[in-house]
């Protein structure tokens, strides 16, 4: 397992935030996250495992509000917690721990593991007198910010940006915002042309209706001063006679 393996979970740098975040109302280890991520990725080594049990005692001690629980009994209490919340309340299919212990579980699944705990702390019944004096903002994160294509950005620790990819589904339904954008600055495009377009048809017919109309006028004009010659010289003719 490399280490940027490690570092593209999200799940890491929720952990390390949340203990941060919590450590003296929870009284939970004091780390950084290049700590976490040492851990993990040597979890084989027996400080390393204990750095992992130590957390997960202190949030189980919690949890249950007892402070008995320690590296060589932990284990039972972690049992009994996923199986009353994963199968029991959240009603997902299998149970990472039903059959296995937590040393024997890949490294993603302890990581999830240890999400869930930090998940779980906050379901305790002391979570109201712990988080007293609290302020909402202080523990609410938001994105630093999102791209064109809605991926969101996380900042972290001053040092640690992560990029967090959206669904597929989230992908198409951007894409097809986009296309149905498009096609519809199109139509106004097109709409605005023929606007246009009309506009100026009418205009030129106008102008020949108006041309027609000044040469029908000359026309009358013409005949009205024919008939009038002819009129005169009748008039002239019979005056003669």
Not at 197 to 226: L, Y
Request: proline share 3%.
């Amino acid at each position: 397992m490399s280490l940027e393996e490690i570092q593209s979970w999200w799940e890491v740098p929720c952990i390390a935030h949340f203990c941060s975040l919590f450590r003296s109302a929870f009284d939970l280890p004091d780390f950084d996250i290049e700590d976490l991520e040492e851990a993990l990725i040597d979890s084989s080594r027996e400080e390393n495992n204990f750095f992992l049990k130590d957390l997960m005692c202190k949030l189980l001690r919690g949890y249950y509000g007892r402070d008995d629980i320690e590296t060589f009994n932990c284990e039972v209490f972690l049992k009994d917690t996923f199986k009353y919340n994963w199968e029991i309340l959240e009603k997902r299919e299998t149970n990472p721990l039903a059959n296995s212990d937590f040393k024997d579980l890949p490294l993603r699944t302890k990581v999830e593991i240890l999400q869930c705990l930090c998940d779980y702390r906050l379901d305790a019944t002391d979570i109201m007198d712990q988080l007293k004096g609290f302020d909402g903002d202080n523990m609410r994160i938001e994105p630093l910010g999102k791209d064109s294509m809605g991926a969101k950005y996380w900042y972290f620790y001053g040092s640690r940006l992560y990029k967090e990819d959206p669904e597929p589904e989230e992908i198409k339904q951007k894409a097809k915002k986009k296309e149905k954008k498009t096609k519809e600055e199109s139509k106004k495009k097109q709409k605005k042309a023929s606007i246009v377009k009309t506009s100026r048809g009418r205009k030129v017919k106008k102008a020949i209706k108006e041309e027609e109309s000044e040469e029908d006028q000359e026309e009358d004009k013409e005949e009205d001063e024919e008939e009038e010659r002819i009129l005169s010289g009748r008039r002239m003719s019979v005056s003669l006679s």
